[in-house]
């Protein structure tokens, strides 16, 4: 069994590397945007192609630093917890897309360079 000082070092890598993780997800979440961007452009079938896209990178991503905190604290936690983030990311992504659909079929937003008939039927310009 390892001594409590390589304990304390290797939980406090853990948490590191789950912070830069973190900080990364936090800077590519600025770039990439928001649900809220992902409602205002999910009528348009090219721009929901690029945003699951990113929404994949992120997942990826996040599960490798993930695991690798896993790794290094010797606990399962960091990956629970990538799951159930990840997950959700998922879900709110794809309610932002299925609201944007649904708003642009009712004539609420526009679909972004699409008609009605390109929205309901789910083709792009």
């Given at each position: 069994?390892?001594d409590?000082?390589?304990?304390?070092?290797?939980?406090?890598?853990?948490?590191?590397?789950?912070?830069?993780?973190?900080?990364?997800?936090?800077?590519?979440?600025?770039?990439?945007?928001?649900?809220?961007?992902?409602?205002n452009?999910?009528?348009?079938?090219?721009?929901?192609?690029?945003?699951?896209?990113?929404?994949?990178?992120?997942?990826?991503?996040?599960?490798?630093?993930?695991?690798?905190?896993?790794?290094?604290s010797?606990?399962?936690w960091?990956?629970?917890?990538?799951?159930?983030?990840?997950?959700y990311?998922?879900?709110?992504?794809?309610?932002?897309?299925?609201?944007?659909?649904?708003?642009?079929?009712?004539?609420s937003?526009?679909?972004w360079g699409?008609?009605?008939a390109?929205v309901?039927?789910?083709?792009?310009s």
């Open positions: 069994m390892a409590a000082g390589t304990i304390t070092k290797r939980g406090l890598a853990g948490v590191l590397l789950l912070q830069a993780g973190q900080y990364t997800m936090d800077v590519m979440s600025t770039l990439q945007s928001s649900p809220w961007t992902a409602e452009v999910g009528a348009d079938p090219e721009k929901v192609e690029s945003l699951n896209y990113y929404l994949k990178n992120a997942m990826v991503v996040s599960t490798i630093y993930c695991v690798g905190a896993a790794y290094l010797e606990s399962w960091p990956v629970f917890g990538s799951a159930i983030n990840n997950a990311l998922y879900y709110i992504y794809n309610q932002a897309i299925a609201k944007a659909r649904d708003a642009a079929r009712k004539g937003i526009p679909a699409m008609d009605n390109q309901n039927t789910g083709q792009g």
